[in-house]
């Protein structure tokens, strides 16, 4: 009987964090150029659920996007966002979770992993996204260069991020102590 409880456990924390996620994506902070808070989300399933309950919350909540539910930025949803010229960027979240479970499985996880893993996975949606940014954007209105694309899409957004790794991994530590995930 207990393993179908926990089975259940397991069930709800990563249906809850796709569901904090898409919160985190509703939530736009006004700054010279806005940001959401789409990463800090998959940082916190993945840090507080684990790599691969974290990595399975991520996809149900790209699933839901992509079936049109509107869990992305600006209460957006459908192919047509992740297929977009920033959708690059979202299908990397799911490449940020798998890293970091990697990192987990690998490393450990320790609060020094849990950093590292959180940057790494950020880098890694940096890179697929602008690559994929670059491909979009040169078909459908010509190519640019890739600090262009880098000063568009990445480096405005540097900053927010690091606060937003800062802020998950305080918020990770006291989560997961509160809810104890096995």
């Known amino acids: 009987?207990?393993?179908?409880?926990?089975?259940?456990?397991?069930?709800?924390?990563?249906?809850?964090?796709?569901?904090?996620?898409?919160?985190?994506?509703?939530?736009s902070i006004p700054a010279t150029v806005p940001f959401t808070l789409q990463t800090f989300g998959v940082f916190l399933a993945v840090g507080v659920l684990g790599g691969k309950r974290g990595s399975l919350s991520v996809l149900i909540y790209l699933l839901?996007?992509?079936?049109?539910?509107?869990v992305f930025a600006g209460?957006?949803?459908?192919?047509?966002?992740?297929?977009?010229?920033?959708?690059?960027?979202?299908?990397?979240?799911?490449?940020?979770?798998?890293?970091m479970?990697?990192?987990?499985?690998?490393?450990?996880?320790?609060?020094?992993?849990?950093t590292l893993s959180m940057a790494v996975g950020l880098l890694v949606c940096y890179a697929f996204g602008t690559v994929w940014f670059m491909t979009v954007y040169a078909?459908?209105?010509?190519?640019?260069g890739l600090?262009?694309?880098?000063?568009?899409?990445?480096?405005?957004?540097?900053i927010p991020d690091v606060i937003k790794i800062v802020l998950a991994l305080a918020i990770c530590k006291r989560l997961s102590a509160a809810i104890k995930i096995a």
């Open 1 to 27: 009987m207990e393993t179908k409880k926990f089975k259940t456990l397991d069930m709800v924390y990563t249906a809850m964090f796709a569901v904090i996620m898409a919160v985190c994506s509703w939530i």
């Open 64 to 70: 839901l996007g992509a079936i049109g539910v509107p």
């Open 75 to 99: 209460f957006a949803g459908g192919l047509t966002v992740i297929l977009g010229s920033t959708g690059g960027y979202i299908a990397g979240f799911l490449f940020s979770a798998l890293v």
């Open 101 to 114: 479970w990697a990192m987990e499985v690998l490393l450990g996880k320790k609060t020094w992993v849990l």
């Open 139 to 144: 078909k459908n209105t010509g190519a640019i």
């Open 147 to 158: 600090m262009t694309a880098l000063g568009w899409c990445v480096f405005p957004y540097i």
